[in-house]
């Protein structure tokens, strides 16, 4: 049966009573659930940001297969058009030996100086960029590079590219199941606060069911309880994601950027991740507050 | 109007509280429920507004076959069941007004009906001018009034009351049993528990007195039998 607008009216008018009423306790269930969602925020913005640079890597992934320094022009030819044919490469660059320095020497900076003296006499290999198409393919495609006539090795960071991953995994993993584990104990100490408070109002529950109150009428209260709870636990949160994020973002981003470690930026992550702590808190508030009422409807 | 067949009745506890009830009460009736503590009597009454399920039996209020209604139902059921109890039940931190009214929140009543109806049963349990005093401020028979005024506000066809003068004095009980009569004579049908011989032998009424979870006695304008 849908609701009168004025019912819900009174039922939000009844729930913020009950907030203001409730003094110390109402205190003590927005304090669990402003350090709950503290720490969830940490943990989220941690483990979003690891996933943005793991994905990052994953895509970043190049093989650089290095020539062999005998091959002839047309060897090398032949070799591309080889590798091209290898199923989930996306694509395949020609870099040559003077490219190759020319990139070192860049990346090195001042030190790279000393290197322009390899330019009369380059001992660099010719090198085709591969890039898969998918990045789980990298050490497919690698090690069948590798098999081809014409090449003298593939590089592909292995190590760290897989240590990264494993890492990831692990962080992901971790992450989440504290902040799920947060979660709950917030959603617990709120439906035993709220349970203190409900035991003063068991009587007025009683005289509810007994003129007829629908359990839905009598939970609705409590919900909008909860959901305020909820929300008001998560103002310090969100000005500390604010706060905290701009002022990473800020200082750090440029000193703390190689070419795939790189925060996301504050506009928009910053709102988006606010917005999942606001929507976490009314969730934690609203689910501690109907369970807690729960046991006092069975009549 | 309010048909009971073969109820039993056994808490969990293995308490038998009732042992195979039948009764047929018709509509406008005005019936005493007597009997020794611990007879049945306040399970026979908690049976009527499903404060209390039968072990078996069926119980039949207004044409709904109470052992069949479901859960979520038993709300409207309610609706038509006016109760009051010897403790008032009465909201201490609301007025006289908003306790009464609070019944008709409840189902959704609109302001406007809401207003002309509690003052309509203020006005017939004589407290209309005390309609902003808290419970605390008023006398226990005062107290009862009110809380017979939030039973019969939504003009219920059936008013259930469990010793509504066990907490009076002789003078305010008489004046409460004026006011249950008052809410016969429209048609309600009124179920009383009492352990008032004085009532039960003055204002005469049907007497069905319950012992060991029976029926022991069922007669019209019948005494109330016992000697305490």
Do not use: C
Request: aromatic share 8%; charged share 20%.
């Amino acid at each position: 049966m849908a609701m009168k607008f004025r019912t819900f009216l009174r039922h939000v008018r009844e729930g913020s009573k009950n907030i203001i009423r409730n003094g110390w306790m109402t205190v003590a269930s927005i304090g669990a659930v402003t350090t709950t969602l503290i720490l969830v925020a940490v943990f989220l913005a941690l483990v979003l940001n690891l996933n943005e640079m793991a994905n990052n890597i994953e895509n970043d992934v190049q093989i650089n297969t290095m020539i062999d320094l005998t091959a002839t022009e047309d060897e090398i030819i032949e070799l591309g058009g080889e590798i091209e044919t290898i199923a989930g490469v996306e694509s395949v660059a020609f870099s040559s030996n003077d490219d190759e320095l020319q990139k070192l020497i860049e990346s090195m900076g001042e030190e790279g100086e000393s290197w322009k003296l390899f330019e009369q006499d380059n001992p660099l290999n010719h090198v085709y960029i591969v890039r898969a198409a998918v990045p789980e393919d990298t050490e497919r495609i690698a090690s069948e590079v590798e098999t081809l006539n014409g090449v003298d090795s593939v590089v592909y960071g292995q190590d760290v590219v897989e240590q990264l991953f494993e890492f990831n995994k692990y962080a992901r993993t971790i992450g989440l199941a504290l902040v799920i584990a947060l979660v709950f104990t917030a959603i617990f100490l709120i439906s035993n606060t709220i349970k203190i408070t409900i035991i003063a109002r068991s009587t007025e529950i009683g005289i509810q069911k007994l003129v007829g109150a629908t359990n839905g009428f009598i939970r609705w209260p409590f919900f909008i309880e909860g959901l305020l709870l909820g929300v008001l636990g998560s103002v310090i949160p969100i000005a500390v994601i604010m706060g905290g994020y701009y002022y990473l973002d800020t200082n750090f981003s440029e000193t703390i950027s190689f070419s795939f470690v790189e925060l996301l930026p504050f506009d928009p992550f910053a709102w988006q991740l606010s917005l999942m702590v606001l929507a976490i808190g009314a969730i934690i508030g609203i689910w501690g507050s109907v369970m807690s009422v729960r046991k006092f409807l069975k009549v | 109007m309010i048909l009971m067949k073969d109820i039993y009745k056994t808490y969990a506890n293995g308490v038998t509280a009732l042992n195979g009830v039948n009764v047929d009460i018709k509509q406008g009736e005005f019936v005493y429920i007597v009997g020794p503590s611990g007879a049945g009597k306040s399970t026979f009454i908690k049976l009527m507004y499903r404060e209390v399920k039968p072990s078996s039996g069926t119980i039949i209020i207004s044409d709904m076959d109470l052992s069949e209604i479901k859960e979520r139902k038993v709300p409207y059921l309610r609706r038509n069941i006016g109760v009051v109890f010897q403790d008032f039940k009465l909201l201490q931190k609301l007025s006289v007004y908003e306790n009464i009214a609070f019944a008709l929140e409840v189902i959704e009543e609109s302001p406007k009906n809401i207003r002309k109806q509690v003052m309509e049963v203020l006005e017939m349990v004589g407290l209309k001018n005390k309609a902003r005093f808290l419970p605390n401020e008023l006398s226990g028979g005062e107290q009862q009034r009110v809380s017979i005024a939030r039973a019969i506000v939504n003009h219920p066809k059936i008013v259930i009351a469990d010793e509504p003068t066990g907490n009076l004095d002789p003078e305010t009980s008489w004046g409460i049993m004026k006011t249950f009569e008052e809410i016969n004579a429209r048609g309600t049908t009124i179920i009383m528990a009492t352990h008032s011989k004085e009532i039960v032998n003055t204002i005469k009424k049907r007497v069905i007195a319950i012992e060991d979870g029976l029926i022991v006695r069922d007669e019209h304008r019948g005494d109330y039998g016992y000697e305490i």
